[in-house]
């Protein structure tokens, strides 16, 4: 997660953007029906941002922690954490593409518009296997491929979308089974051309090899 100064500055007023909440509610939905959370899992969100799909998936699940490499994002989700008296929350400082992966491990792995601002994708989702228990499930959610109007000119991506058929054939080389996808929402928005043009969303599902 790259340009985490941008993201510590934005922290404060983002969720004032009701765009941003009724996409992770959809993607968070998507989560739910796809991929079936339990009262027993224990569930990271990498790339959580200030939480909102944390805090929506947060009653399906035993425990949700929070980890971002942004100070300014976990604070505010911190906040809330402390506000809403959350005793099955928690947050964690990371950054998969540089840090070493921590010794704890989960049942699930959520991460939600994330992976398009990470140079190394690779060694991100090798991160991700590592913090799965075995049979543990990853959620990715992300735009399709685009031409690259999706975001502004001056907003520094890595990636432009992701080919859905290509994500699920690289984590079935990383060790994962039975990828699959849906579209989990699709986002109307003025592209950089100032034309109105629709950015779906997928959500490829898959789980850790015992």
Known sequence: MNGSNLFDEAAA?????????????????????????????????????????SLFLLP????????????GMLDVLNGKIAEMGLENMEVMRLDLEHDAVPERRFHMLVTAMTMHHVRDTETLLK????LLQPGGVVCIADLDSEPGTFHAADVAVHHHGFDREELKKQLSELGFVDPCDV?????????????????????VVARRGV
């Open 183 to 203: 579209t989990a929402h699709t986002i109307r928005k003025e592209a950089g051309n100032g034309e109105t043009k629709d950015f779906p969303v997928f959500l």
């Open 60 to 71: 399906h699940v035993r425990s949700v922690t929070g980890a971002d490499n942004s100070t």
């Open 127 to 130: 991160g991700f296997h590592r």
């Open 13 to 53: 007023t983002w969720d004032a953007k009701p765009d941003r909440v009724v996409l992770a509610t959809a993607i968070g939905e998507a989560i739910v029906r796809e991929a079936k959370p339990s009262q027993e899992m224990d569930v990271v969100d990498y790339g959580c941002g200030t939480g909102l799909l």
